[in-house]
């Protein structure tokens, strides 16, 4: 196949290019069995490019003359190592590959910062300061990236906010979305007090899954934790969700002490009849949220009340990517997860992006880290220079919560929110067993502005 102009396959090393012409970033490669690590080039081939490449390679007996081989070390490999990978595992873009071999091909983007309620675990009663409405990624920008992304190897993205179908263009957002080839999955996370409205023109327009936010089945509960009436809204959002043969319909369930840990009984109880699949989510520290460690309930505390009522509860399989551990009362109809972010964390297989309602991207949830690709595109820069700069951010992804479990900034509030606390231990059960005390006041102080 042609190349052009510096663009190299990304996954073929030893080919005879020039080298000079390539970009000078690069990321580790791990190859199957006991084949060493190898540098890569990064490349803005696509996936499409290096599949006709590979398949070319295949078809092809004649070595590749020693003197064409690139001269720098890193890049000579013995022929005999020069090998694919497995069949079944595709090439991916190194750009979304970091050092740890993650392939990140799950990317979330908040459309808003705004939400019409105010839940105490994500955002102070008083709200936030907005940021600017001219600050935050327009429509076509929105798709600009999506579209980089799935080009590169991204299969599934979420929307989220704020409350992503408060914004006006959702619908427009998703029916593109829809166009994208390869893109398998679009999926919304929402507080449902919209859906029953727009559900209909939502699957219309091409929307896969849904995640509905829902923390207690009490009413007068309910209007306390998020501090808005609404509760009869979200639960007629759940049935038409069903009605409309969405299955499962994921229902999240932040678990806090003292508020409603007392009706994890009875979210399981809900998937008896109904194809839901609650998830039961570890309260995790926020800037605004006043986190403290005695309302955390532990994954392996909620599973031993469950184990109490339903002692044939059973564990799931366990997908590559999964960050939920899941379960099912044999002869229900749905099934429970537990979102484990904080008791047991599953950085290991970690495969999600975040980017930010003011165009942000994150490559952790839990890191302070962000790199602007809103700026970069709007100074006219290339896609390949965006590539190059999403490329570094994934490269420094940490192995394992951005080496710290500080509260950070959830999508949905300005980065001027965003705190700076004091160094804790990285290991949870390591803070559980040594000063619970320590943890709970470094993460009940009010939170200080940081430049943006």
Known sequence: MAFHGSKCCRFIVGRHYDVKALSTQRVKLFVPSSTPKLLRWYSSATQEENELELVSLANSSAAVPATKIA?????????GQRQRLNEEVLPFSAFLTDNFGRQHSYLRISLTEKCNLRCQYCMPEEGVKLTPRAQLLSTSEVLTVAQLFVREGVEKI????????????????????????GLKTIAVTTNGM???????????????????SLDTLVPAKFEFIVRRKGFHKVMEGIDKAIEMGY?????????????????????????????????????????GNKWNFKKMVSYQEMLDRIRQQW???????????????T?????????????????????????????????NLKVCLFGNTEVSLRDVLRSGASDQKLLDIIGAAVGRKKKQHAG????????????????QWSSLP???????????????????????????
Do not use: H
């Open 327 to 359: 379960f099912k009362v044999p002869g229900f109809q749905g099934q429970v997860g537990f979102i484990t972010s904080m008791s047991d964390q599953f950085c290991g297989s970690c495969n999600r992006l975040r980017i930010t309602a003011d165009g």
């Open 426 to 452: 990285s290991s949870m059960s390591q803070i559980m067993q040594s000063s619970p005390q320590l943890w709970a006041s470094n993460c009940t102080t009010p939170g200080v502005e940081v430049a943006k």
């Open 158 to 181: 979420r929307l989220t906010g704020g409350e992503p179908l408060i914004r006006p263009d959702v619908l427009d957002i998703i029916t593109e979305l829809r166009k994208l080839e």
């Open 71 to 79: 001269t720098t070390q890193e890049l000579a490999v013995p022929m």
């Open 311 to 325: 002692p044939s509860l059973e564990q799931l399989p366990l997908g590559k990517t999964d960050t939920a551990k």
């Open 194 to 212: 919209n859906l029953v409205r727009l559900l209909p023109k939502l699957k219309e327009a091409g929307l896969d899954l849904l995640n509905i």
């Open 404 to 419: 710290n479990t500080t509260p950070q900034r959830p999508l949905s509030l300005p980065k001027s929110r965003v705190c």
């Open 247 to 287: 299955n499962p319909v994921k229902v999240n369930c932040v678990v806090m002490r003292g508020l409603n840990e007392d009706e994890l009984l009875d979210f399981v109880a809900l998937t008896e009849k109904k194809p839901l699949e609650v998830r039961f989510i570890e309260y995790m520290p926020f800037d």
